[in-house]
């Protein structure tokens, strides 16, 4: 019985070594099939989270290149029908400029204007620009003048001296310089660009190709700008592929 002890001993250390041994070896599998299990996961997630990343980015840009289109659009459409043939100085594939009135800024003479002077008083003068192109008109004639500084309530001051004589009630408004033109920029996109009284802006970007044209009364294609009765803007974009084109009939 003393020797069958120590043998039974030996043989439960040798099956609580074999059963640790057993469950370590068991564990570890597990968590190296555990780990390259996440990583496969965890790989597949990141990259379906990159491809609806890019999908929406790409998505808001189309949005965003769209709103920016018909926003656009829209300003040069209330712009240009506020010109006429008259007032057109540039008609090209390239380039549409004209002068008008953009804001509706008008007032009237409250006293005589003699000639020679520079100080008008007027109905309302408020909010008019130092520097803005003013028209003063009576019955039979038309002068041309800058603002030699801001308007006031009932003030407007001219550059230059008035030229004619002019009595009470004479008309005189704003007349903004306006100017849409293209212009590509280094990744060869193309911008609509718009300039009113020399300040310049973006008004849409990321165009594939821009192309201004003309028709006459008779709906016929035209470059001469005392002709001109329709103008039409043809806008291509690669983002996404599509065209958008906007006639526009000037002001008769």
């Given at each position: 019985m003393s020797q069958l002890y120590p043998v039974l001993q030996d043989a439960k250390s040798l099956q609580r070594v074999s059963r640790l041994h057993l469950t370590s070896g068991v564990c570890l599998t597990e968590v190296m099939i555990g780990l390259a299990a996440g990583t496969i996961v965890l790989a597949a997630t990141l990259g379906t989270f990159n491809i609806i990343h890019h999908h929406v980015i790409d998505r808001?840009?189309?949005?965003?290149?769209?709103q920016d289109l018909r926003l656009g659009l829209e300003v040069f459409e209330q712009e240009a029908r506020l010109a006429e043939a008259e007032t057109i100085t540039a008609a090209t594939p390239d380039e549409f400029q004209f002068s008008a009135n953009l804001n509706a800024q008008r007032t009237s003479t409250t006293v005589a204007v003699a000639p020679g002077q520079t100080v008008l008083t007027v109905q309302d003068g408020s909010d008019w620009g130092?520097?803005?192109?003013?028209?003063?008109?009576?019955?039979?004639?038309?002068?041309?003048?800058?603002?030699?500084?801001?308007?006031?309530?009932?003030?407007?001051?001219?550059?230059?001296?008035?030229?004619?004589?002019?009595?009470?009630?004479?008309?005189?408004?704003?007349?903004?310089?306006?100017?849409?033109?293209?212009?590509?920029?280094?990744?060869?996109?193309?911008?609509?660009?718009?300039?009113?009284?020399?300040?310049?802006?973006?008004l849409i970007g990321g165009n594939g190709a821009i192309c201004f044209s003309y028709r006459d009364s008779s709906g016929r294609a035209t470059s001469v700008p005392a002709l001109v009765k329709r103008v039409v803007v043809d806008i291509g974009s690669d983002r996404p592929a599509r065209r958008a084109v906007r006639e526009v009939s000037l002001r008769s």
């Open positions: 808001q840009q189309v949005v965003a290149y769209q130092s520097g803005k192109t003013v028209l003063l008109c009576g019955p039979h004639v038309c002068e041309t003048h800058h603002l030699a500084r801001a308007g006031q309530r009932h003030q407007l001051v001219v550059a230059e001296p008035v030229g004619s004589m002019f009595s009470i009630g004479a008309s005189i408004e704003v007349n903004n310089h306006v100017r849409y033109y293209t212009r590509r920029d280094e990744s060869g996109t193309v911008r609509l660009m718009r300039m009113v009284d020399g300040g310049a802006s973006t």
